[in-house]
Every structure is written in structure tokens, then in C-alpha cells.
T-cell receptor, first 116, second 112 residues
Framework: AQSVTQPDIHITVSEGASLELRCNYSYGATPYLFWYVQSPGQGLQLLLKYFSGDTLVQGIKGFEAEFKRSQSSFNLRKPSVHWSDAAEYFCAVALNYGGSQGNLIFGKGTKLSVKP | EPEVTQTPSHQVTQMGQEVILRCVPISNHLYFYWYRQILGQKVEFLVSFYNNEISEKSEIFDDQFSVERPDGSNFTLKIRSTKLEDSAMYFC??????????FGPGTRLTVT
């Protein structure tokens, strides 16, 4: 069955340090890949997405993610974390794009804490 | 900036009661979705809705669930007879095209 794994439940980084959040997927073909962020009391905000083409994608708030087919991974990175980045981050895949479908399969999320 | 809104933010209901969760999608969006997240678990897809009909639903979305777009602006999720295991955060999402889903802040449903 298709699945998304985020191995890290909780990560703490210092402000200004670099960040990498891991995401692995299990699927026979190349899925459509997404990263969402959720701040407390807020909805899920789309950070970036990958459908095809350049495997390094840029998103909002200075985030980027790299698709590595050989590792079935789509890790999220940011070179310098800000205190406002503290939130929960969700990796997701969509398997049925085309027509009117587009249901997302989410990972369990990684909670990011930022130390001053 | 337009956003998806959901009401109420928290709903408490007794087992067996009907609940309706309301969502106002972004106005020019055509694709609508419901997801849920049971505490401590993953966000799970429930149903997608396009062109006034369900386009896809998960196995979670059984006969107890229904969706409606009653007036062209609201998008509702109805649970006919709630069970304890329906307690979760329910997220509505909408998109102008298929490849972007804008999520609302969620409704926390507690079934007692």
C-alpha cells in the first residue's frame, strides 16, 4: 500500500541553524509530492510541491525540497531557521492526479521547535 | 488574502447524534475536500467533490457520511449518527485547480 513516512516526530534546532526534515514514500511510480506546514490553530499551508522536472523545488518562506527517486525521498530543507518556523510539518503525496481527483496521503508530521 | 473558513472550531456531541461541519471554501475554487486527523494519527482523506458531485471517497467515508454544497458558497460534511471513533479534527480544503489544496483551520469534533 502507498504510504508516507516521516521518521522524525520532533526536531529541535537553534535559530539560525540549518534544517532538514525527512520524508520517504512508498509507491511504484513517481507520485506528486507536497510539503505542508501547520501552525497552532491554523490550517495546513502549502510550502511547496513537486510534479516533474527539476528535482530541487523552491517554496515559500525560504524552504526548498529535493526529490530523490533512488531513495524515494523528498526531504525539506532550510538554510537558516527563524523562530517563526516553529510548527508542524507534513509531507504528502497525491496518487491520482488527473480528472477531478487529487486526494492526498499524509505522513504523521514532524514537529519543529526552535531554540533562541 | 482569501482563506478557507470552518465553523464551528470545536463541536461536542453525544454518540448517536447528527453533526454538520461547515466550510466556506475560497470563492473561485472548484475542487473541495474533507480530511480528518484523529489525535496522534495521520491526516486522512475522506472525500473530494467537484462539479456538484463526489469525485472520490475513501473507505472511511461510509453511509454515515455525506457532503453537500447547498448554496454555492458553503460545503458541509454531515455525520448522521456519530460514534466515539469519529472524534477527530476535520479539515476542509479547496482548490481552483487540482494541484493546489488550501486548507481551513479545522473543526475539532468530540463525541462523548
Amino acid at each position: 500500500a502507498q504510504s508516507v513516512t516521516q521518521p522524525d516526530i520532533h526536531i529541535t534546532v537553534s535559530e539560525g541553524a540549518s534544517l532538514e526534515l525527512r520524508c520517504n514514500y512508498s509507491y511504484g511510480a513517481t507520485p506528486y509530492l507536497f510539503w505542508y506546514v501547520q501552525s497552532p490553530g491554523q490550517g495546513l499551508q502549502l510550502l511547496l510541491k513537486y510534479f516533474s522536472g527539476d528535482t530541487l523545488v523552491q517554496g515559500i518562506k525560504g524552504f526548498e525540497a529535493e526529490f530523490k527517486r533512488s531513495q524515494s525521498s523528498f526531504n525539506l530543507r532550510k538554510p537558516s531557521v527563524h523562530w517563526s518556523d516553529a510548527a508542524e510539518y507534513f509531507c504528502a503525496v497525491a496518487l491520482n492526479y488527473g480528472g477531478s481527483q487529487g486526494n492526498l496521503i499524509f505522513g504523521k508530521g514532524t514537529k519543529l521547535s526552535v531554540k533562541p | 488574502e482569501p482563506e478557507v473558513t470552518q465553523t464551528p472550531s470545536h463541536q461536542v456531541t453525544q454518540m448517536g447524534q447528527e453533526v454538520i461541519l461547515r466550510c466556506v471554501p475560497i470563492s473561485n475554487h472548484l475542487y473541495f475536500y474533507w480530511y480528518r486527523q484523529i489525535l496522534g494519527q495521520k491526516v486522512e482523506f475522506l472525500v473530494s467533490f467537484y462539479n456538484n458531485e463526489i469525485s472520490e471517497k475513501s473507505e472511511i467515508f461510509d453511509d454515515q457520511f455525506s457532503v453537500e454544497r447547498p448554496d454555492g458558497s458553503n460545503f458541509t460534511l454531515k455525520i448522521r449518527s456519530t460514534k466515539l471513533e469519529d472524534s477527530a479534527m476535520y479539515f476542509c480544503a479547496s482548490g481552483r485547480v487540482e494541484d493546489e489544496q488550501y486548507f481551513g483551520p479545522g473543526t475539532r469534533l468530540t463525541v462523548t
